[in-house]
């Protein structure tokens, strides 16, 4: 579990640091990129809470 937390906050630094340093002029494409990358951080944690409850129905067996 620790390894998914830290590719999710990997995952955040990177979604930050590109939206402060903003490489892309074009902003249809800067829209596009940012909708895609927050779209996967909450695919990735929609991944977490199944391994937690994966983890939890585990338990109660």
Same mark, same amino acid.
């Given at each position: 579990?620790?390894?998914?937390?830290?590719?999710?906050?990997?995952? &955040?630094?990177?979604?930050?640091?590109?939206?402060? /340093?903003?490489?892309?002029?074009?902003?249809?494409?800067?829209?596009?990129?940012? &909708? /895609?990358?927050?779209?996967?951080?909450? /695919?990735? &944690?929609?991944?977490?809470?199944? /391994?937690?409850?994966?983890?939890?129905?585990?338990?109660?067996?």
């Amino acid at each position: 579990m620790k390894k998914q937390l830290i590719i999710y906050g990997i995952l &955040i630094v990177i979604f930050v640091l590109y939206n402060f /340093l903003n490489p892309i002029k074009d902003e249809r494409t800067d829209t596009l990129i940012n &909708i /895609l990358f927050a779209s996967l951080l909450f /695919l990735y &944690i929609a991944y977490i809470a199944y /391994l937690v409850l994966r983890k939890i129905g585990k338990k109660q067996k």
